[in-house]
Every structure is written in structure tokens, then in C-alpha cells.
């Protein structure tokens, strides 16, 4: 079974930045596409970064040019680099982990972007 954990969330001022971490257990990490979604209150999920298996990467447009997703095979690990934070990326990011039919997730970690 899959086990997501995900950390490095906390408070930053904005135009700050944060690095939140997601380590995957008990799967094949290299042949998943991993992706950082976020939840702020009141809204949806979106889709905010995506890797693949063949380390191509994407962004929603919002945080295009702010933020850099990467991943360590070696260290079964994504990361979300995110840089020049405004208070409009406050939000519990979650890590998914996507494979054929199957999605897991992790139980989020928080990012507050405020002075």
C-alpha cells in the first residue's frame, strides 16, 4: 500500500518562499506522476504543479514562474520550490501520487503566506 507524507509547510511573509517535501512509500516511485495540488478555505482542490516518469513538468498558470516542482528517484521524493509567495497561495497543499487507475494522497501540510 501507497503512503504519501508530506511536510515543510508553515508561515512565510509574502514575497517569501517555502519548500514542502513528499516522500512515497510502498510503490514503485519512478513510474508515478506526482503532482502538488492545493485546497484554500472555501474553495476547491486545484492542481497546482505535475512530474512525470520522464520528469517533463507543468504549472497552472498562477504559479508559473514562482514555483519549481522537481523530484529525487534515489530518495523516492517530490518537491515544490516555491518562490515570491502571496497571500493568495495560502492553502493545505496535498501530494498525489498517480498511477494507472490509482490515485494516493497525502494528509496535506499547511502553507500561510501573511505578514
Known amino acids: 500500500q501507497v503512503q504519501i507524507a508530506e511536510s515543510g509547510g508553515g508561515l512565510v511573509q509574502p514575497g517569501g518562499s517555502l519548500t514542502l517535501s513528499c516522500v512515497v512509500s510502498?510503490?514503485?516511485?519512478?513510474?508515478?506522476?506526482m503532482s502538488w495540488y492545493r485546497q484554500a478555505p472555501g474553495k476547491q482542490r486545484e492542481l497546482v504543479a505535475t512530474?512525470?516518469?520522464?520528469?517533463?513538468?507543468s504549472y497552472t498558470d498562477s504559479v508559473q514562474g514562482r514555483f519549481i516542482v522537481s523530484r529525487d528517484v534515489s530518495k523516492n521524493t517530490m518537491y515544490l520550490l516555491m518562490n515570491n509567495l502571496k497571500s493568495e497561495d495560502t492553502a493545505v497543499y496535498y501530494c498525489n501520487a498517480h498511477l494507472g487507475l490509482t490515485d494516493s494522497w497525502g494528509q496535506g501540510t499547511q502553507v500561510t503566506v501573511s505578514s
Open positions: 512530474v512525470t516518469k520522464d520528469d517533463s513538468t
Open positions: 510502498g510503490g514503485i516511485f519512478r513510474f508515478y506522476r
